[in-house]
């Protein structure tokens, strides 16, 4: 898969995560960041994974945003 497809993918699946209503429960659960800002923030360091080569071998960028969400190791620098 082409990478800048991929990265597109992920930043749309990001917005679409970050302003789903879903998300009402992160604010109840945290009070020092927004989504928006966690949500870029992962989109970020998924963003420096793909062109790193980390997920050349993923077909979708939903692909990768679940991957990320179950094992935050994909992310190198994630602390």
């Known amino acids: 898969m082409n990478r800048d497809k991929l990265i597109s993918q992920v930043k749309n699946e990001y917005a679409r ?3 789903s209503e879903s998300q009402q429960h992160f604010h109840q659960t945290t009070t020092e960041i927004t989504p928006e800002a966690y949500y870029e ?3 970020g ?3 420096s994974e793909i062109n790193r080569g980390t997920f050349d071998n993923f ?5 990768i945003v679940n991957a990320i969400a179950n094992d935050k190791s994909w992310l190198s620098d994630w602390k």
């Open 59 to 63: 077909k979708s960028g939903e692909e």
């Open 17 to 19: 995560i970050a302003s």
């Open 41 to 43: 923030n992962l989109l």
């Open 45 to 47: 360091k998924a963003i």
